[in-house]
Nanobody, 125 residues
Framework: VQLQASGGGMVQAGGSLRLSCVASGRTRSSGAMAWFRQAPGKEREFVAAITWSGDRTAFADSVKGRFIVSRDDPQDTVYLQMNSLKPEDTAVYYC???????????????????WGRGTLVTVSS
């Protein structure tokens, strides 16, 4: 499976962006996807997750109420709608995939089976 994230850019505080992650080569509808982010000088941190079936979602406390995660199973695509963006949301955003749901919502990057290249989000004040 190959993941390709896109949709990053520069936005002013209070603005919105929508990130997309396409999972090429996916053969099963099980498993889950997650978004992580990594700011300069910081560790990669969990942002949000969703199962491919769409029955479960999870969010980091820092983005609850502002970010929405969704998926289009037939299109093998996961989205992250980011609203009310803050300068502290500035980071490279990565999508990660899990082949099972056993560690759904994990904030440990090692629990994910594959990763895509990130997309940069810059929020100016």
């Amino acid at each position: 499976v190959q993941l390709q994230a896109s949709g990053g850019g520069m936005v002013q505080a209070g603005g919105s962006l929508r990130l997309s992650c396409v999972a090429s080569g996916r053969t099963r509808s099980s498993g889950a996807m997650a978004w992580f982010r990594q700011a300069p000088g910081k560790e990669r941190e969990f942002v949000a997750a969703i199962t491919w079936s769409g029955d479960r979602t999870a969010f980091a406390d820092s983005v609850k109420g502002r970010f929405i995660v969704s998926r289009d199973d037939p299109q093998d695509t996961v989205y992250l709608q980011m609203n009310s963006l803050k300068p502290e949301d500035t980071a490279v955003y990565y999508c990660g995939g899990q082949t099972s749901r056993h560690y759904f919502g994990s904030n440990y990057a090692g629990d994910y089976d594959y990763w895509g290249r990130g997309t940069l989000v810059t929020v100016s004040s």
